[in-house]
Nanobody, 125 residues
Framework: QVQLVESGGGLVQAGGSLRLSCAASGRIFSSYAVGWFLQAPGKEREFVAAMAWTGVTTYYADSVKGRFTISRDNAKNTAYLQMNSLKPEDAAVYFC??????????????????WGQGTQVTVSS
């Protein structure tokens, strides 16, 4: 079992930045792929970014490429999502997810076994 806890959400003006954190406990985090997803009100959860368990390969949704960066610090059992140049349409609840030995290449929710509770990101225009 892996427990995931997101933090770092909040209110930011358009054009601003936030860094989300995903703290993991319970297992060796370095053997898990990590993904970030968002869910806006009334919409389905959608893929944002992912990193393979090796830490070598990353994937991004087209809408965030060049603005968001996924990273991890295995020594701290923590993954991050650095979000720059935020837009009002980025506002949503952001979730981190993990799967053991995942490649990160699947953009689907069902590829992940463990989920955090989410953190709210609000972007004012």
């Amino acid at each position: 079992q892996v427990q995931l806890v997101e933090s770092g959400g909040g209110l930011v003006q358009a054009g601003g930045s936030l860094r989300l954190s995903c703290a993991a406990s319970g297992r060796i985090f370095s053997s898990y792929a990590v993904g970030w997803f968002l869910q806006a009100p009334g919409k389905e959860r959608e893929f944002v970014a992912a990193m393979a368990w090796t830490g070598v390969t990353t994937y991004y949704a087209d809408s965030v490429k060049g603005r968001f960066t996924i990273s991890r610090d295995n020594a701290k059992n923590t993954a991050y999502l650095q979000m720059n140049s935020l837009k009002p349409e980025d506002a949503a609840v952001y979730f981190c997810a993990a799967v053991r030995y995942g490649s990160g290449s699947s953009l689907r929710e069902r590829a992940y076994d463990y989920w955090g509770q989410g953190t709210q990101v609000t972007v004012s225009s």
